[in-house]
């Protein structure tokens, strides 16, 4: 996919399932999934791809988050991430610099393996504060803290709004974690927003009122999702969530006076 003069392909790894009662939900709605059909399995199961983004921008080969890596526990599996990526043309000595909209397991898979950084010559970026969340603090998760470690001698943090490529904007957007963020990829007249966990599924850029099990800080991260979604309604600009159908991009549009988010 083209954003101007941006090229922005997914990368796909794997996916994970879950009981989507459980992690996604609207209170004070009996059946919130109905409204959405085709959205849930049988079973009520919600598929979350896992992966992240190639941006070619420039001279720069970047990668948005990288998916959950070899992980195969029944409910996540990834593992096709570099093999992805070389169906892309790219290996991983080309990846000039490796962005993060926030540090869950899902999303730095393949920053390291077996404690060694993926891709060496590449610049790691996240925002100070899920680095100090998930590593620095005495209180991080040591699995986090093995996982993410070696990346110290290639890391670069930020906090605050920031250009890191040409194209390519950081944008804070704390509440799913401290430090989470949107990328926003523009070219000419046009855009692209990767929102990360900012949103888990499609549905929630239907409806105000949807709450995630998994967002760190309910409130904030709420806002932030109600706030993105006006942003991008009814706009020429591209959305996309980190685990998404086929991590692929869409508009959020309103009919009818009810949005709902087409894939292009």
Same mark, same amino acid.
């Given at each position: 996919?083209?954003?101007?003069?941006?090229?922005?392909?997914?990368?796909?790894?794997?996916?994970?399932?879950?009981?989507?009662?459980?992690?996604?939900?609207?209170?004070?709605?009996?059946?919130?999934?109905?409204?959405?059909?085709?959205?849930?399995?049988?079973?009520?199961?919600?598929?979350?791809?896992?992966?992240?983004?190639?941006?070619?921008?420039?001279?720069?080969?970047?990668?948005a988050d990288t998916g959950a890596g070899t992980i195969d526990n029944g409910k996540y599996a990834g593992g096709r991430f570099l093999d992805s990526l070389r169906g892309h043309g790219v290996a991983p000595e080309d990846v000039t610099d490796v962005v993060f909209t926030h540090l869950h397991f899902d999303h730095v898979g393949w920053a390291t393996?077996?404690?060694?950084?993926?891709?060496?010559?590449?610049?790691?970026?996240?925002?100070?504060?899920?680095?100090?969340?998930?590593?620095?603090?005495?209180?991080?998760?040591?699995?986090?803290?093995?996982?993410?470690?070696?990346?110290?001698?290639?890391?670069?943090?930020?906090?605050?709004?920031?250009?890191?490529?040409?194209?390519?904007?950081?944008?804070?957007?704390?509440?799913?974690?401290?430090?989470?963020?949107?990328?926003? =990829?523009?070219? &000419? +007249?046009? !855009?692209?927003? @990767?929102?990360?966990? *900012?949103?888990? %599924?499609?549905?929630?850029?239907?409806?105000?009122?949807?709450?995630?099990?998994?967002?760190?800080?309910? =409130?904030?991260? &709420? +806002?932030? !999702?109600?706030? @993105?979604?006006?942003? *991008?309604?009814? %706009?020429?600009?591209?959305?996309?969530?980190?685990?998404?159908?086929?991590?692929?991009?869409?508009?959020?549009?309103?009919?009818?006076?009810? !949005?709902?988010?087409?894939?292009?």
């Amino acid at each position: 996919m083209r954003i101007g003069r941006i090229d922005i392909q997914p990368v796909i790894d794997g996916a994970g399932h879950e009981l989507a009662a459980e992690v996604l939900r609207r209170p004070g709605v009996d059946d919130p999934w109905s409204c959405h059909p085709g959205t849930l399995d049988a079973g009520g199961i919600l598929r979350l791809d896992l992966g992240g983004f190639l941006i070619r921008t420039g001279d720069r080969t970047v990668l948005a988050d990288t998916g959950a890596g070899t992980i195969d526990n029944g409910k996540y599996a990834g593992g096709r991430f570099l093999d992805s990526l070389r169906g892309h043309g790219v290996a991983p000595e080309d990846v000039t610099d490796v962005v993060f909209t926030h540090l869950h397991f899902d999303h730095v898979g393949w920053a390291t393996q077996q404690g060694q950084v993926v891709f060496g010559n590449a610049t790691y970026r996240v925002h100070a504060d899920d680095w100090a969340h998930f590593v620095a603090s005495p209180d991080a998760q040591p699995g986090a803290v093995r996982k993410l470690s070696p990346l110290a001698g290639h890391l670069q943090t930020f906090d605050r709004e920031v250009t890191l490529a040409p194209g390519l904007t950081a944008r804070p957007a704390a509440g799913h974690t401290p430090g989470s963020t949107v990328f926003v =990829v523009s070219s &000419g +007249a046009e !855009r692209a927003l @990767l929102l990360g966990d *900012v949103v888990h %599924s499609v549905v929630e850029l239907a409806e105000r009122d949807w709450e995630a099990v998994f967002d760190l800080d309910p =409130v904030a991260a &709420g +806002a932030v !999702r109600k706030a @993105l979604a006006d942003e *991008v309604a009814d %706009s020429a600009d591209l959305v996309v969530g980190g685990h998404f159908p086929g991590l692929r991009f869409g508009r959020v549009i309103t009919a009818s006076g009810h !949005r709902t988010f087409r894939a292009i």
